[in-house]
């Protein structure tokens, strides 16, 4: 092998692994969890009726739903922004709880502690009725 078949080799071979690392360091960062919702919680129903008491929640399509005062709603993607593990509300703490990594939103959807690297996304609340829609 001549000297100027060598380098386009080994350039050819360097861009390569240049476009395979930032492929694998693409994989690896976490997707967006801003996943448009549109859906409704009927208060009415017993499933929901955390809902008709301050600091009950309603965990649904991806969403917590919580009641931060009366009549006072507020939704947030229900998925950690660190790796996308489900959160918990926890009604004592006011928090939303990673069980991944131990990582802690409040009940606006800001990072308090942990890893995760951003806030939880928040959605529209909107009540009619006993009916409460959340879209975003």
């Known amino acids: 092998m001549d000297r100027k078949q060598f380098l386009k080799s080994t350039l050819l ?3 390569l692994g240049l476009a395979g690392s930032a492929l ?3 994989s690896c960062k976490k997707s967006s969890n801003t996943a448009a919702v549109n859906f409704t919680l009927d208060l009415s129903q017993s ?3 955390a809902l008709n008491s301050v600091g009950g929640s309603v965990a649904s399509n991806n ?3 919580i009641c931060t005062a009366t009549n ?3 939704a947030l993607s229900q998925l950690c922004t660190h790796q996308g593990c489900s959160l918990s509300y926890s009604k004592s703490a006011k928090q939303l709880i990673c069980p991944c990594h131990g990582g802690t939103f409040d009940t606006s959807g ?3 502690s942990g890893p995760p690297p951003s806030a939880l996304t928040k959605y529209t609340v909107t009540k009619s009725g006993t ?3 959340i879209t975003g």
Request: hydrophobic fraction near 60%; charge should be negative; proline fraction near 0%.
């Open 131 to 133: 009916v409460l829609t």
């Open 24 to 26: 694998l360091i693409e």
């Open 63 to 65: 969403v917590v739903v």
């Open 72 to 74: 006072t709603w507020v």
């Open 47 to 49: 499933v929901n009726s």
């Open 110 to 112: 800001n990072v308090v």
């Open 13 to 15: 071979l360097g861009g």
